[in-house]
Nanobody, 125 residues
């Protein structure tokens, strides 16, 4: 099993920044990807960003490219999402996710076996 603990959400004004953290514990994998999805009220869950074990390689949704940066600290088994230039459309619950056997389909939530509880990000206008 894998446990994911997210932190760093909150309320911020438009144009502001937040950094989300996700600490993983439990099983380890040799070819995993770790990242973030988000879900706004009344909307589908959508891919935000992912970082792969090998490389590492990073991928972003078009809506956050240039504003968000995903990174990791292997020693702490932690992934970070630095979010800058936030706007009200970024308001959502953000979920940390792990795909234990990365196959390249980073954009599909079906690929991610482990999910955190979610952390709320609210951006006021």
């Amino acid at each position: 099993q894998v446990q994911l603990v997210e932190s760093g959400g909150g309320l911020v004004q438009a144009g502001g920044s937040l950094r989300l953290s996700c600490a993983a514990s439990g099983r380890t994998f040799s070819n995993y990807a770790m990242g973030w999805f988000r879900q706004a009220p009344g909307k589908e869950r959508e891919f935000v960003a992912v970082i792969t074990w090998s490389g590492p390689n990073t991928y972003y949704a078009d809506s956050v490219k240039g504003r968000f940066t995903i990174s990791r600290d292997n020693a702490k088994n932690t992934v970070y999402l630095q979010m800058n230039s936030l706007n009200p459309e970024d308001t959502a619950v953000y979920y940390c996710v792990v795909d234990p056997n990365y196959s390249g389909r980073y954009y599909s939530y079906f690929e991610y076996e482990y999910w955190g509880q979610g952390t709320q990000v609210t951006v006021s206008s």
